[in-house]
Nanobody
Framework: QVQLVESGGGLVQAGGSLRLSCTAS????????MGWFRQAPGKEREFVAG???????????AYADSVKGRFTVSRDYAKNTVYLQMNSLKPEDSAVYYC???????????????????WGQGTQVTVSS
């Protein structure tokens, strides 16, 4: 079993920054893709960013268009932790942010939520205008 625990959420003014962390425990298997998703009230859950282990090279990352250039996903394999650095935050970034771990090895896009088997409990991010 895998447990994912997010932290780092909070209240920030527009233009500010936050760094979310997601620490995995249990059968983590660091070669699995990790993703960040978010869900705002009344909206569907959406993909934010993902990071995939890439043998012999730097990790592969993917971002939603809405966060490209502002958010950065990274991974510390020694700590079994994934980070989401969020800069230039906007009120529309307000949501509950979830980290997730894929349950399969696949070449499908990282944005597909159905490929993720394990999910954290979420951390609230609120950006005030």
């Amino acid at each position: 079993q895998v447990q994912l625990v997010e932290s780092g959420g909070g209240l920030v003014q527009a233009g500010g920054s936050l760094r979310l962390s997601c620490t995995a425990s249990g059968r983590t298997f660091s070669t699995y893709t990790m993703g960040w998703f978010r869900q705002a009230p009344g909206k569907e859950r959406e993909f934010v960013a993902g990071i995939s282990w890439n043998s012999g090279s730097t990790d592969t990352t993917a971002y939603a268009d809405s966060v490209k250039g502002r958010f950065t996903v990274s991974r510390d394999y020694a700590k079994n932790t994934v980070y989401l650095q969020m800069n230039s935050l906007k009120p529309e970034d307000s949501a509950v942010y979830y980290c997730a771990r894929r349950g399969v090895f696949t070449a499908r896009p990282m944005a597909l939520a159905q490929d993720y088997q394990y999910w954290g409990q979420g951390t609230q991010v609120t950006v005030s205008s």
